[in-house]
């Protein structure tokens, strides 16, 4: 007690960091106050280039890349270059994964390789490397991917296992288990050592593709490792075993990772209960959910989404319904696809009041439903003559930007027409010009 006593005191007595200089940018907060980024930009290219710093040039980088506006992300890197503008590598990582995410595989090799020209002398490091690999992945340039690994030593870096992990990925998905299998020997090969993620990948990978017999030896040899499995190593088995129809099999394995030192968890239940919805055993789901409370594991919005879809799916909406109720009665809150799966399900029946009941609770949650979602819901509420709660999901659209289709048109103009209801002229410009810029009108897509 003395001895803990002490090593507090210690703590404490620490000299505190300073704090951070929290004094407004002038540059930056002017820049941030002007909407759009390429005037912006040209407010900074005929700034002081003294004035230039990383935080005024970072978060223009960020709002131009989310704009997609290439040219001026040109002309700013090239006007940090110039400049010699000291940076930090996470906004050149950020945008490179930024690159990856918008199908602009070749722009983020490109900013990797010119990352030497910047003032940035961390990069390019192993993130930076890891996010260049995950961009060409992502975008199925695996062989691109492949040949930057190999070139780790022209930049002075060593690759990781999160580096080989994702060209595991990208092999497995793209080129099969054989290649995938050759780069893990490679891995092995250049010391360094696996990790719990590698093995999954090719587990995943096995059980996916009928091979539940693969996945079980490879687990096998992670033990021999020292490489102790997880909830998810055992959840990929669950799912190959569920796959090849050994729902059994796969439940007794289940109970078997505690006593090989894994503790079960939401993810082991739910891949069970998505394969009794699929075969439309719904009572067997009830008992595994009964099962979860019993072991003090709280159910959570994706076990209680498993069974609204497959009872939505099965057209068995009013239990579904009773279900959304149930799990918010014990505190769990539905999230966007949730509410998505209730309003779905009530438009297939043909229950669409009821659906726009849920979708009033979904935006009032402030979810946003699927533009499928309110043009099925405008179809049945006009078919029925209810235009009241379809000029609802109407203003709701607007709201969104979202245009209706040729079929919401017909729908809408036989519901006004044939009906005692005329939508509002206001209503109607709305939804034909939904987008105004600078006073000319845009016909959006319908």
């Excluded at 907060?29 to 005037?39: F, N, Q």
């Excluded at 700034?47 to 970072?58: E, F, I, K, N, Q």
């Excluded at 260049?132 to 991917?145: K, M, S």
């Excluded at 687990?219 to 998810?232: F, L, S, T, Y």
Aim: glycine fraction near 6%.
């Amino acid at each position: 007690m003395l001895r803990r006593a002490s090593k507090f005191k210690d703590k404490r007595s620490r000299p505190r960091k300073p704090a951070r200089d929290r004094t407004p940018i002038p540059l930056l907060e002017e820049l941030k106050s002007t909407a759009d980024p390429a005037a912006a930009l040209r407010r900074l290219q005929d700034a002081d280039p003294d004035h230039l710093s990383y935080p005024v040039c970072s978060s223009l980088l960020y709002r131009l890349a989310k704009a997609r506006l290439l040219p001026e992300l040109n002309s700013l890197l090239a006007l940090l270059r110039a400049h010699r503008v000291p940076c930090k590598e996470a906004a050149f990582n950020s945008l490179i994964r930024r690159f990856g995410r918008a199908g602009l595989p070749d722009r983020a090799l490109a900013l990797f390789l010119d990352l030497p020209s910047f003032d940035c002398p961390s990069a390019p490091s192993l993130q930076s490397l890891n996010s260049a690999l995950a961009a060409l992945v992502d975008n199925r340039r695996v062989d691109q991917a492949r040949a930057l690994l190999g070139r780790c030593t022209d930049f002075g870096i060593r690759p990781n296992a999160v580096s080989y992990n994702i060209l595991l990925h990208g092999c497995c998905e793209n080129e099969g288990s054989g290649s995938a299998r050759l780069l893990f020997d490679e891995m092995l090969a250049r010391r360094v050592r696996p990790t719990v993620v590698s093995y999954n990948v090719l587990i995943g990978y096995s059980c996916r593709n009928g091979d539940s017999v693969t996945g079980m030896r490879l687990k096998e040899e992670m033990v021999k490792k020292g490489i102790q499995p997880n909830a998810i190593t055992y959840a990929l088995l669950m799912e190959g075993l569920c796959s090849e129809g050994k729902y059994d099999a796969a439940r007794k394995l289940m109970f078997d990772m505690e006593y090989q030192g894994c503790k079960t968890t939401l993810v082991n239940y739910g891949v069970l209960m998505s394969d009794r919805g699929r075969r439309g055993d719904f009572d067997r789901m009830r008992e595994l959910l009964a099962e979860m409370n019993r072991r003090k594991l709280k159910p959570d919005v994706v076990i209680y989404g498993i069974l609204i879809n497959y009872l939505c799916v099965a057209g068995r909406t009013g239990e579904a319904y009773k279900v959304l109720v149930e799990m918010q009665i014990k505190g769990c809150k539905p999230n966007a696809a949730t509410y998505r799966m209730m309003v779905d399900g009530f438009c297939r029946a043909g229950e669409f009041e009821k659906a726009a009941g849920v979708l009033n609770a979904m935006l009032a949650s402030k979810h946003s439903p699927r533009a499928e979602s309110f043009r099925c819901l405008i179809l049945g509420l006009c078919e029925r003559g209810k235009l009241e709660e379809a000029c609802f999901v109407l203003e709701e659209m607007i709201k969104r930007k979202m245009g209706l289709d040729v079929e919401g048109w017909k729908a809408l103009a036989e519901a006004t027409m044939g009906g005692n209801c005329v939508i509002e002229d206001q209503l109607l410009r709305q939804l034909i010009f939904p987008m105004f810029d600078e006073g000319s009108c845009k016909l959006e897509r319908i």
